[in-house]
Structure formats: C-alpha cells, structure tokens
C-alpha cells in the first residue's frame, strides 16, 4: 500500500469516528427507538452473519445481515448485549467470530422468536459501513 493511500484510508477513518458517535450500548438496548435515525458506531463479534436478498430495513439487492455481541464497558466477557446490523452488500472477510466496528444509523428493535421459541427484541442498526 502507498503512503498516500495509507493516508487517504485513515481519513476515511478519522472521517468516520467523528461523524458517528460511540453509543452507550446499555442506553440503546433499553431504548433502540429512541436512537432511531442517529448516526452510531458500535463494536462488537460476529455470532451470527448471512447473506440474502432484500432486507429488513428496505434495503434491496444482495443484504448481509448479522448479530453482534457488543460488550458492556466495564462489565465481565458476559456482560454484552446483541445488536442486530443489516448491510446493504457483500461484507467479504466478515465471518463468524470476528471483531467489527460498524457506522450506521439506529433503525429501533428487530423483534423475533429464537430457537426455543421466546420472544427476542434487539436493537437493529443499518449499517453504512463496517471495518473489520
């Protein structure tokens, strides 16, 4: 990589982290709607990721959709909260167990049925972009 398109890549990322704000992840878990159409950044791993047509937030094409677990600042490795993050696109290298950081706008709570049958409610994030 040149050091002009390393310079170019990290104000790409200067860009990024002071046009989206670091969110509270207890705050947005308590109450997603309320961060509805903001522009946030959060980190998390991959534990769930697939890809498919159209997605839940409108978005149509290719989708990739995934849940991360973001941790709890301060908290022990269980104290984390899932996040549901759909992306408009192919997220190529983005897999299971993998750390990401993802800008996008809050889009309120996915609401779903797990694999025992309860009720799940999450908050939901459309990504605009993710880093990996």
Known sequence: M?????AAATATIVALDTTYSEVNI??????PDRF??????ITGEVFTISEGESGMFGLGGTVTR?????QVPGG???DREAVVVEFAGVLDGVVKGIAVIVYGKG?????GTNALGATIRQPAINAEYVRH
């Open 66 to 70: 995934m849940q991360i677990w973001v």
């Open 36 to 41: 509805r159409g903001q522009q946030l950044k």
């Open 2 to 6: 040149t050091a002009e398109a390393i």
């Open 107 to 111: 889009a309120g709570a996915f609401e």
């Open 76 to 78: 022990s490795a269980f």
């Open 26 to 31: 207890l705050e947005l878990a308590k109450a």
